[in-house]
């Protein structure tokens, strides 16, 4: 069937199952993030940004493919082992057990980030964190927004713009949502001159 063949070959899906690690359709790691979510970031130009990410994974090898530098914090120490063995000089991870400290570890450092992930623990907490830390016309993207409601109205409070990715995503049989909050001056280069681009399975046309 055309639908589960895009599903599965062209979002990589059936391998991301097999792999147990979120995948795309030729195998290159990708976020555990919603396939919207993940069509919508492939158009922008991530290449002089700096980003950092609360819950380290097959996300933090696609960061460091794409933008300049990468800070990621993670509090399970075998996944840490297994992340860090794969990352390149761009990546900085950094094994933080302590869930007090976890939301902290961001607000700690003088530095601001373009694109700040809540992906891991305490993401209410990272939420309110994240807001200090964020560059101005930056972007904060929090995953699995439908679970973390509390989350995402921290985001909305903090003035940023709301847009909500559901739909289905790498390895999980269930739809959830990847939100984006973009800062009011969000203007990150795009990749293509056109956008949006056609996404994985679409049929192509172009009628204007
Ligand atoms: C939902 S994962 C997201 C991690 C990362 N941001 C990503 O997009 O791949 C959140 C946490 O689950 C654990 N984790 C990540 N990938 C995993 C996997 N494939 N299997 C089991 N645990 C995983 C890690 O401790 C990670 O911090």
């Known amino acids: 069937m055309a639908l589960w063949r895009i599903l599965s070959r062209g ?29 919508y970031l492939n158009q922008l130009d ?21 933008a300049a530098r ?63 830390r964020l560059r101005p016309g ?6 699995n927004a439908d679970w973390h409601s509390g989350g995402a109205a921290v985001l909305r409070c903090g003035g940023l713009l709301e847009v909500d990715m559901t739909g289905f995503g790498p390895i999980a049989w269930f739809t959830t949502t990847t939100s984006f909050f973009f800062h009011r001056d969000f203007d990150f280069p795009r990749l293509h001159e056109r956008q949006p681009m056609h996404g994985t399975g679409a049929l192509g046309h172009l009628v204007d």
């Open 11 to 39: 979002y990589g899906y059936g391998r991301s199952v097999r792999a147990g690690v979120p995948v795309d359709g030729t195998g290159q790691p990708i976020p555990w993030f919603t396939y919207p979510a993940l069509e």
């Open 138 to 143: 930056g972007l904060i993207i929090l995953d």
């Open 46 to 66: 991530f290449r002089g940004k700096t980003v950092f990410e609360f819950g380290a994974g097959n996300s933090t090898l696609y960061w460091s493919n794409r």
């Open 70 to 132: 990468v800070v990621s914090i993670e509090h399970d120490q075998a996944w840490y082992e297994r992340i860090r063995s794969k990352l390149k000089p761009n990546c900085d991870l950094h094994l933080v057990k302590d869930p007090v400290r976890y939301p902290a570890f961001i607000t700690d450092r003088a530095e601001i980030f373009d694109v700040i992930i809540v992906d891991g623990l305490k993401r209410r907490e990272c939420c309110a964190a994240a807001l200090q």
